[in-house]
């Protein structure tokens, strides 16, 4: 693992499903010592209902269920990737075990049940018991309460997230660190000329420059990883909830200028498109930054293309040109532009899901079901045949005038 990973890897909170706490009632813990020493201590606010503790498998992916990592190496195996779990109940936190390997222990009590919990209580994950009873290979946490500390450094925005393409035959997973910015991109492909244009298009990209795209250098901890330089925290765009129409049309403005860039690249234009929220993230400034261009298009195409493969991971995002077997270009990003922006809106895409060729009838008939006042910009964009579609520059000015409005 590279350096700047590792210090990636020091901030160790993770997005949480769990309803969030008001403010009055977040918890506390300091996290003392760990068995991977390139852990440093470090205190978290328990934000959520739930939050769930343990060990993050460098192995394997983030699937690990845990929102705090004490330790990431395998190495540290004697604790759980999910070891424990606060659980905040009648106004109280409460820590018990998740049928952990090596159990957890309060106060030096292994605890078989639901321990209520009180400010100092010093909570051990994991580790194995010599013979005099002392833990080995187990992290140390202390739960401070309901207060923070005073000019100490708390950790609470979520870190890490995971957005993949896999088919029988491979993927690409994309790790996203939202505290740094930070992110690789994982080739994982076993047909070599599929993986070939992969690689190559991540060279290709690497050397654009755009803010909307981050600074990229491939093989940075392997000859199929990308990385991707982070430049301060980003914020997840909301999974279940819509937005209103006028951020939705800022973030597809910064898109088609990244866009842009991609188009202009060289020895040959890149598409980027289909978009994807898991892809797609925002500064505090509000601005969009999008990962994976022309990579994921890369793995959505080797994807799509599978024999007796109707249904992709994308549903059946194909652009009308593709449909009818036509060369796509710069107006197929500008379909699949709008066709996002009306999933920001709406919360659903514009064409069916269901059934294969209901999808594909409505793409190459032009019917879209926009949401009432859609821009006519959005509209002419979803047009079936390319040549009459607004070009890019076009459609970005038209999206950003609409947000100034």
């Known amino acids: 693992m590279d350096e700047a990973r590792?210090?990636?890897?020091?901030?160790?909170?993770?997005?949480?499903?769990?309803?969030?706490?008001?403010?009055?009632?977040?918890?506390?813990?300091?996290?003392?010592?760990?068995?991977?020493?390139?852990?440093?201590?470090?205190?978290?606010?328990?934000?959520?209902?739930?939050?769930?503790?343990?060990?993050?498998?460098?192995?394997?992916?983030?699937?690990?269920?845990?929102?705090?990592?004490?330790?990431?190496?395998?190495?540290?195996?004697?604790?759980?990737?999910?070891?424990?779990?606060?659980?905040?109940?009648?106004?109280?936190?409460?820590?018990?075990?998740?049928?952990?390997?090596?159990?957890?222990?309060?106060?030096?009590?292994?605890?078989?049940?639901?321990?209520?919990?009180?400010?100092?209580?010093?909570?051990?994950?994991?580790?194995?018991?010599?013979?005099?009873?002392?833990?080995?290979?187990?992290?140390?946490v202390v739960f401070l309460g309901l207060t923070a500390p005073a000019g100490r450094d708390v950790r609470r925005a979520p870190m890490q997230t995971q957005h993949t393409w896999q088919s029988p035959r491979g993927g690409v997973a994309f790790e996203i660190d939202s505290w740094t910015g930070g992110a690789h991109a994982i080739v994982n492909i076993e047909d070599r000329e599929w993986r070939s244009e992969a690689l190559d298009t991540a060279r290709a990209v690497r050397q654009l420059g755009s803010p909307q795209l981050p600074p990229s250098a491939l093989g940075v901890t392997g000859p199929n990883v990308v990385g991707y330089l982070g430049n301060g925290p980003l914020t997840r765009l909301p999974v279940n909830?819509?937005?209103?129409?006028?951020?939705?049309?800022?973030?597809?403005?910064?898109?088609?200028?990244?866009?842009?860039?991609?188009?202009?690249?060289?020895?040959?234009?890149?598409?980027?498109g289909p978009f994807v929220r898991g892809l797609v993230w925002l500064r505090s400034n509000g601005g969009a930054v999008l990962y994976g261009a022309g990579l994921s298009r890369v793995a959505f195409q080797y994807d799509a293309g599978l024999t007796g493969r109707m249904m992709t991971p994308l549903h059946f995002r194909r652009s009308p040109e593709e449909i009818m077997g036509q060369p796509i270009g710069a107006a197929t990003d500008v379909f699949f532009l709008a066709y996002f922006w009306c999933e920001l809106v709406t919360g659903r895409e514009p064409y069916p899901t269901g059934e294969s060729f209901r999808y594909l009838e409505a793409v190459r008939g032009g019917q879209p079901t926009l949401p009432a006042g859609a821009p006519p910009v959005i509209e002419a964009a979803l047009i079936p045949r390319p040549e009459r579609r607004p070009s890019l520059a076009h459609l970005g000015a038209a999206l950003r005038a609409l947000a100034r409005s």
């Open 241 to 272: 909830r819509t937005l209103p129409e006028a951020q939705a049309c800022a973030i597809v403005a910064d898109l088609c200028e990244a866009v842009a860039t991609c188009h202009a690249a060289q020895p040959r234009p890149i598409v980027v």
């Open 6 to 140: 590792e210090r990636a890897y020091e901030r160790l909170m993770v997005a949480n499903s769990s309803p969030t706490l008001p403010a009055s009632d977040v918890g506390y813990i300091e996290l003392v010592s760990s068995p991977d020493p390139r852990i440093a201590p470090t205190i978290f606010a328990l934000e959520n209902t739930k939050v769930r503790v343990g060990r993050f498998s460098t192995a394997g992916t983030y699937a690990t269920s845990s929102d705090v990592f004490v330790a990431v190496s395998d190495d540290a195996a004697a604790i759980s990737p999910m070891n424990t779990m606060f659980e905040h109940i009648d106004g109280a936190f409460h820590a018990f075990d998740t049928r952990s390997a090596n159990g957890t222990y309060v106060n030096g009590e292994q605890i078989r049940k639901r321990r209520r919990l009180s400010p100092g209580d010093v909570i051990d994950l994991g580790g194995v018991p010599d013979d005099a009873g002392i833990l080995h290979g187990n992290a140390r």
